[in-house]
């Protein structure tokens, strides 16, 4: 069974740091692109942070753009969001989504559009 589980989130006070993590299981994630998006309550689905499968290329959206890092490690078909300095705006459930790569375009650039599978997502709460 093909799977994206998400991992790391909870209560954190702002200022505060959290790590997410997103594990692959029934299929490796080096054939993918991987996309974060967040929902906040009340609010559409955003496209927070994205990384090509070799990770060779990076995106964040401009409200996370110096707090927010994103990394993977194909070796443990897990890709990571560290997120810095939180603030209660960042409040949301946090998603990871696969996109495989069937184009060099694909390859080189990541996205948030056209997403293949979707974890289920883990909330994080930035609150004092």
């Known amino acids: 069974q093909l799977q994206l589980v998400e991992s790391g989130g909870g209560l954190v006070q702002p200022g505060g740091s959290l790590r997410l993590s997103c594990a692959a299981s029934?299929?490796?994630?080096?054939?993918?692109?991987i996309g974060w998006f967040r929902q906040a309550p009340g609010k559409e689905r955003e496209g927070v942070s994205c990384i090509s499968s070799t990770g060779g290329n990076t995106n964040h959206a401009d409200s996370v753009k110096g707090r927010f890092t994103v990394s993977r490690d194909n070796a443990k078909n897990t890709v990571y969001l560290q997120m810095n300095s939180l603030t209660p705006e960042d409040t949301a459930v946090y998603y990871c989504?696969?996109?495989?790569?069937?184009?060099?375009?694909?390859?080189?650039?990541?996205?948030?559009?056209?997403?293949?599978?979707w974890g289920k997502g883990t909330l994080v709460t930035v609150s004092s």
């Open positions: 989504a696969a996109k495989r790569i069937t184009t060099i375009r694909t390859m080189l650039r990541c996205g948030y559009s056209g997403m293949d599978y």
């Open positions: 029934g299929f490796t994630l080096d054939s993918y692109n």
